[in-house]
Nanobody, 126 residues
Framework: QVQLVESGGGLVQAGGSLRLSCAASGTRRTFGNYAMGWFRQAPGKEREFVAAISWSGGSTDYSDSVKGRFTMSRDNAKNTVYLQMNSLKPEDTAVYHC?????????????????WGQGTQVTVSS
């Protein structure tokens, strides 16, 4: 069973930056076999795709709404993925969840993922 714990959320003004982290455990030293994703859910809305990364970190995918502002990366030696968020906007306000799926590619669909973290709140004030 894979456990995911997100951190790094908080309150920031529009135009500011935050860096989210997601630490994985229970992968039995095979974190590199998992593709990872970030999703977010705002109040009253469905959970939506933000970013995804392949097992090696060599391939990434982003939603159009964050492309050019957010960067996803991973450190397999630390069993951790990151989401660097720059030029934040009020519409980025949401709970951000990381997700894991055993696989080599990157996966933008919520239904592809097997494991989810509890999420970290990001609030961007105008």
């Amino acid at each position: 069973q894979v456990q995911l714990v997100e951190s790094g959320g908080g309150l920031v003004q529009a135009g500011g930056s935050l860096r989210l982290s997601c630490a994985a455990s229970g992968t039995r030293r095979t974190f590199g076999n998992y593709a990872m994703g970030w999703f977010r859910q705002a109040p009253g809305k469905e959970r939506e795709f933000v970013a995804a990364i392949s097992w090696s970190g060599g391939s990434t995918d982003y939603s159009d709404s964050v492309k050019g502002r957010f960067t996803m990366s991973r450190d397999n030696a630390k069993n951790t993925v990151y989401l660097q968020m720059n030029s934040l906007k009020p519409e980025d306000t949401a709970v951000y969840h990381c997700a894991a799926k055993r696989g080599t590619s990157y996966y933008p669909n919520r239904s592809d993922y097997d494991y989810w973290g509890q999420g970290t709140q990001v609030t961007v004030s105008s």
